[in-house]
């Protein structure tokens, strides 16, 4: 009687039953698509081939697909006509006009990632969960889509398009369809269009920032979205050359930006945003005596400008997603899958400009991302590694939400606007030479984020040497080497035991320079180099080091890699590397005076950061070791690099580089406070 007496009338009118059909097969059946169903036969798929996208999506594979309703498209052709762009909201005015075939092909590969031989299509339940976070995988467009979500969180929105409530993980045989109300668009527009249209049509928000750059040169540099003779050279099919390897197919350029907010300088000059000149701010930072080593004359362009150095600390060159601006995957207690919070976690990149060093944070207990923070946490041998308190002069700069809409869907940038003064002064600089500065191999090269690569889809990359092509502006790859990244599985997976799971490496008669960051302030540094010392296809490599790439000195003798704490793994079996290394007892004076054995011979062991688990963590692990490589005086202003070279002559052996640390002596060498494990 319960049950017969408590009915529900449910809408079926807009459901989908699935029937075996093909992506292509349901538009065709479904006529409120048949618009975009005519643009994908009348779309090819790439411009050296005939094959159209109705075609593909009549075929296997594993595609997500975004389809505007007639509706929709319409609605698109009466905006190109409101913003001038045709003289009728029709497909023949765009003939008319020439711009037929880059519309249709704007329209049909915005709507559409091609997922993979091996990937699956995309449920909305796939779709990230950060605020106005990126789907891993580009369109076929080659730009990543944007997801952001309402205060309905029924309401999902991609590229700003809203997703039809009923018409979404619609399940076809090669694929799935999420019908949107508006059309997926991505945006063509670079961050130096963005700079011309805001400061050219006066529009608030980011005024002053956008102005500021313009005014000291840097629109541009800002324009440059890829490399299109490299993606000749791809297209070509070049790659099969080489080894038989995969090698990026692409390469982009990208930024962030980080600018004031027009609500901050209008605070802090006490007049409308529109009215504030670069002469203000100028007089505005030399009022707070900040860069007191540059000038202070009208020609801001000049590298040693104060408005410059001011200007290009808010650039970096490499273009970070809301959600990978730092990067999480196996920190301890870490679940890829759920993401939530836990050990604080750091990325330092270079800026643009003068190279200084930028420190990304974020922690369980920051809420939110900050720029150049620095808590106090618990580092003890038994602690957390959590944030216990942060001060207020080491609380860092918040970094706001991206913009979003097509203001802030670039194809070569993100833009995070401020609401507090991002400088790069003294004071930073001595708390930057404080600490342990650990960068992690992948971070060193922006290509490697800017191209995807890094935790990317790819399991395997390698880069081409530089005979071929540059491919990293700041690695020198010799002919016999073969330089390559490997994430160590997908990027929902915590990958090998390694500082985020990837590793970079050379195989061959390996011979590279890495560039190295810059260091924050003048003094004796630990340069440290960390591996997995897992089995014996590592090699032996002589280092070397200093500032002039072409007269690097040695240092010291051979870096043998198959070296690890306990063992040392040969071709001919394995054997004792006699480094003293012993597994952590309850015993806290032991285990220190382990570390400083291990110390003696130049050895660490690995950090205690990243971890397959909840105890397995780096210092567990006797084949996670660090080598101390380098003892030596830097200067911030100086430009250092480093170089590898093969000892054997054996095609197989590698090069593994996971991380390096800078470490100053007042941290490796501080009689009241040990460094930390961590």
């Known amino acids: 009687m319960l049950l017969s007496g ?6 079926t009118t807009a459901r989908y039953v699935y029937q075996n059909y093909t992506i292509s097969d349901y538009l065709r059946r479904h006529t409120q698509y048949s618009t975009y169903y005519d643009l994908l036969f009348q779309t090819p798929v790439s411009p050296i081939t005939q094959t159209n996208v109705g075609q593909l999506l009549s075929a296997r594979g594993h595609y997500t697909v975004f389809p505007p309703t007639n509706d929709a498209i319409q609605a698109y052709l009466l905006k190109l006509q409101a913003d001038g762009i045709i003289a009728e909201p029709t497909w023949d005015a765009l003939a008319q006009n020439g711009k037929l075939d880059s519309i249709r092909s704007l329209v049909v590969m915005s709507s559409i990632i091609d997922c993979g031989d091996h990937a699956e299509a995309l449920m909305t339940a796939d779709f990230p969960i950060a605020q106005n976070a990126e789907i891993v995988r580009p369109n076929m467009y080659d730009r990543k889509l944007t997801v952001s979500y309402g ?11 809203p997703i039809h409530r009923l018409n ?7 694929g799935f369809i999420h019908a949107v109300d508006s059309v997926v668009l991505s945006n063509t527009n670079t961050l130096g269009d963005l700079i011309t249209d805001v400061v050219s049509k006066r529009r608030e928000g980011i005024y002053v920032s956008c102005l500021l750059a313009q005014t000291v040169g840097l629109r541009d540099s800002l324009l440059k979205a890829e490399d299109d003779a490299y993606r000749l050279l791809y297209l070509s099919g070049h790659d099969k050359d080489f080894h038989g390897h995969d090698m990026p197919s692409h390469r982009r350029y990208g930024y962030t930006f980080f600018p004031e907010s027009d609500a901050f300088w209008s605070q802090a000059l006490g007049r409308p945003a529109l009215e504030i000149t670069p002469r203000d701010v100028v007089d505005y930072l030399d009022g707070l005596g900040l860069y007191p080593e540059a000038s202070r004359g009208d020609d801001y362009a000049d590298e040693g400008n104060l408005l410059y150095q001011f200007v290009t600390y808010h650039l970096l060159p490499v273009r970070l997603a809301a959600d990978r601006i730092v990067q999480h995957r196996n920190e301890v207690g870490f679940n890829p899958t759920i993401r939530t919070l836990t050990v604080a976690m750091a990325e330092y990149y270079v800026s643009m400009g003068q190279r200084r060093l930028m420190k990304l944070y974020e922690s369980a207990e ?31 700069v918040r970094i706001g939400a991206a913009l979003t809409g097509q203001a802030g869907n670039l194809s070569n940038a993100m833009v ?3 609401d507090e ?37 790819a399991r395997y990359t390698y880069f081409p040497p530089d005979r071929d092509y540059k491919y990293l502006d700041d690695a020198w790859v010799g002919e016999g080497s073969m330089l390559g990244y490997n994430t160590g ?14 590793e970079m490496a050379s195989q061959g008669f390996t011979d590279v320079i890495f560039r190295l960051p810059p260091v924050p302030r003048e003094g004796l540094y630990e340069i440290r180099y960390g591996i997995t010392a897992a089995d014996s296809n590592r090699g032996i490599y002589q280092f070397y080091w200093g500032s002039s790439p072409d007269r690097l000195r040695p240092m010291g003798i051979p870096l043998d890699l198959r070296m690890g704490g306990l063992y040392f793994d040969t071709p001919n079996g394995t054997y004792p590397s006699n480094m003293g290394w012993q597994e952590d007892t309850d015993d806290e004076d032991y285990n220190s005076e382990i570390d400083k054995f291990l110390r003696n011979h ?73 460094e930390d494990i961590w």
């Open 366 to 396: 920051s809420g939110g991302v900050f720029i150049n923070r620095f808590p106090v946490l618990d580092s003890g041998r038994r602690g957390t590694y959590h944030e216990l308190s942060c001060p207020s002069d080491g609380e860092g």
């Open 151 to 161: 205060d309905d969180p029924e309401t999902i929105l991609v590229n700003g398009s």
């Open 6 to 11: 408590c009915r529900e009338t449910v809408d």
């Open 489 to 502: 599985g997908t990027y929902s997976e915590k990958g090998f035991i390694t500082y985020y799971g990837d």
């Open 421 to 457: 003064l991002l400088v790069y002064d003294q004071r930073l600089q001595e708390k930057l030479g404080s600490e342990r500065i650990r960068f992690d191999a992948a971070a060193m090269f922006p290509e490697l984020t800017n191209n995807d690569v890094r935790l990317g889809t």
């Open 416 to 418: 995070y606007p401020l």
């Open 602 to 674: 130049g050895f660490m062991k690995g950090a205690n950061i990243y971890s397959t688990g909840e105890t397995t963590t780096g210092r567990s692990v006797q084949s996670q070791v660090r080598r101390i490589i380098v003892r030596e005086y830097m200067k911030p202003d100086e430009t250092y690099y480093i170089r590898f070279k093969s000892c054997l002559d054996y095609l197989d052996r590698y090069l593994v580089l996971d991380y390096m640390e800078y470490c100053p002596k007042e941290v490796y060498d501080n009689p009241e406070t040990p």
């Open 168 to 174: 979404r993980d619609i399940p076809a045989s090669n």
